[in-house]
């Protein structure tokens, strides 16, 4: 066991991210034993769920967009995502097989006119989801993240991590990558600038 100030912080293994579902990632649900026997090493686990309201700012078509392609928001440039994660849908819940006995589930992605890939501010890097608050509050300073995806929630949750003092470790075994244009690898290094330990 995991020393009280550790925590585990599982992101956004949900239906829709999994071989299946509308955002899929490949491989997505192969992590889900490994990170349900993780689980047991930490006293603090906190789960993510990717909760957006339907005709999210993020969808493509909320804007008459081509999936994947990039927009202009206000709080910079937003890929246009295929719906998923709509609250309350099959999509938005986790996978079956995932143990739910976690502390705490965090939602984010709520708010229509902003993104949120982190668990810990939305994607204009200011407005708080709370998540500091409580790990701190907690005496936690240590996290390790596993989910999905890699690249996306995964990279952005443990960049804004480690800024916000916390000693991150990403397991890469334990996360799948969506990778589009190279962005698994700008997202190791981004991390490993940012001071994330990605093993
Ligand atoms: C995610 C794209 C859109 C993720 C969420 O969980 O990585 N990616 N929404
Ligand atoms: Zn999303």
């Given at each position: 066991m995991r020393p009280a100030n550790e925590a585990l912080i599982v992101i956004d293994i949900q239906n829709d991210f999994c071989p299946g579902g509308a955002l899929a990632v490949t491989g997505g649900d192969?992590?889900?034993?490994?990170?349900?026997?993780?689980?047991?090493?930490?006293?603090?686990?906190?789960?993510?769920?990717?909760?957006?309201?339907?005709?999210?700012?993020?969808?493509?078509?909320?804007?008459?967009?081509a999936p994947f392609s990039t927009t202009e928001m206000p709080y910079g440039t937003q890929v246009l995502w295929p719906d998923h994660c709509i609250q309350g849908t099959g999509g938005a819940a986790f996978h079956p097989g995932l143990r739910l006995d976690g502390d705490l589930i965090i939602r984010k992605g709520y708010n229509?006119?902003?993104?949120?890939?982190?668990?810990?501010?939305?994607?204009?890097?200011?407005?708080?989801?709370?998540?500091?608050?409580y790990l701190k509050t907690r005496g936690i300073d240590t996290l390790t993240l596993v989910g999905l995806a890699f690249d996306f929630c995964v990279n952005f949750s443990a960049v804004d991590a480690?800024?916000?003092?916390?000693?991150?470790?990403?397991?890469?075994?334990?996360?799948?990558?969506?990778d589009m244009e190279g962005s698994k690898k700008t997202a190791i290094d981004g991390m490993k600038t940012a001071g994330v330990e990605v093993v």
């Open positions: 192969e992590i889900v034993p490994g990170v349900n026997a993780l689980m047991d090493e930490f006293a603090a686990v906190v789960l993510t769920q990717d909760w957006h309201p339907a005709g999210h700012s993020s969808f493509a078509s909320t804007h008459a967009a229509p006119a902003i993104d949120s890939y982190s668990a810990f501010f939305e994607n204009d890097h200011v407005t708080p989801t709370g998540l500091e608050g480690a800024r916000l003092g916390f000693k991150v470790a990403v397991r890469a075994d334990l996360c799948r990558a969506i």
